[in-house]
C-alpha cells in the first residue's frame, strides 16, 4: 500500500485509509474474506499512527465492509456498503484501485467560454483546474465548471473532494452524474508534470453533474493518461 499523506487541502487522514481500502475492495485487490495485515504492520507500512489506522478501520466496520475478530484479526466483508467519498471518480490505476488526490492548480470565477455546453442558470461560472493523482502517481488533468449562481469558492477551502466541499460549504450535494467517455487532444494549459503534452491524442470524460435542479450544477472534463489509468464503471 502507497504512504498516505496529509496536506492542508486533503481529507482527513484516517478518512484517506479509509477511502484507500474501499476503493481497492471495490477494484478487486482486497477479496471477501481476506485477513488484513496485524495493525502494527499496516500502520507502519502506511506510515500512520495506530490510532489512525483504528479509526480508518472502524469506519469500514460500520460500512459493513470489514469484520473484527477479537483475538483473530480484521477480515474484509464485501456486500457492505461502498458508500464513500469518492464513489463518482471513475479512474483507477492499471492494476486497481489507487486514493484520488489532486493538486489545485488554478481557481477563477469568469464568464462561462463560447464552447461550454449548456448548464445552470448563471452567465458566469467557476473554473477549476487540477492535476490529479492515484496515490503518488499523476494519471489525469481536469478542469470543473461549477454554475455561478451555486456560490463563491475559495481555493484556501478546497479540499481533494470537491462533492465533499460542496456538501460542507455550498450546502448541496451532487445526486447523479453523465459520463461521455472519448478521446481528445491534452489542452495547452496542462502542466509539464502530467505525463501527456499539449496537443497528445490521451483518454477524455466529460461529465455532467446534477444536484436537486432539473439543470445540471456543474461540467467537467479531464483528461487522463491511457497509460496510466483507466475508465472503471461498475454495475450492481
Known sequence: MPTASQTSNALPLYVQISELLIRDIAAGRLLDGE???PERDMAEELGISIGTLRKALADLTEKGLLERIQGSGNYIRQGGTNESV??????????????PKADILEV??????????????????TR???????????VAVEEI??????????KD????????F??????FWIVRA?????????????????????????????RFSWADKPEPVEFSRTWFDTDRAHYVQRLK
Open 166 to 171: 460542496y456538501q460542507k460549504q455550498l450546502g
Open 86 to 99: 469518492y464513489a463518482m471518480f471513475r479512474l483507477e490505476l492499471l492494476s486497481g484501485g489507487g486514493l
Open 178 to 206: 453523465e459520463d461521455r467517455v472519448t478521446i481528445k487532444a491534452v489542452p495547452d494549459w496542462a502542466p509539464e508534470a502530467f505525463n501527456k503534452a499539449p496537443g497528445t491524442l490521451t483518454g477524455y470524460i466529460e
Open 145 to 154: 465548471w461549477l454554475d455561478g449562481d451555486c456560490g463563491f469558492v475559495r
Open 35 to 37: 485477513r488484513l495485515p
Open 128 to 138: 477549476i483546474r487540477r492535476l490529479r493523482y492515484l496515490n503518488e502517481t499523476i
Open 157 to 164: 477551502q478546497l479540499s481533494d473532494s470537491l462533492y465533499r
Open 108 to 125: 477563477d470565477r469568469v464568464f462561462k467560454p463560447e464552447d461550454l455546453p449548456v448548464f445552470g442558470t448563471s452567465r458566469e461560472g
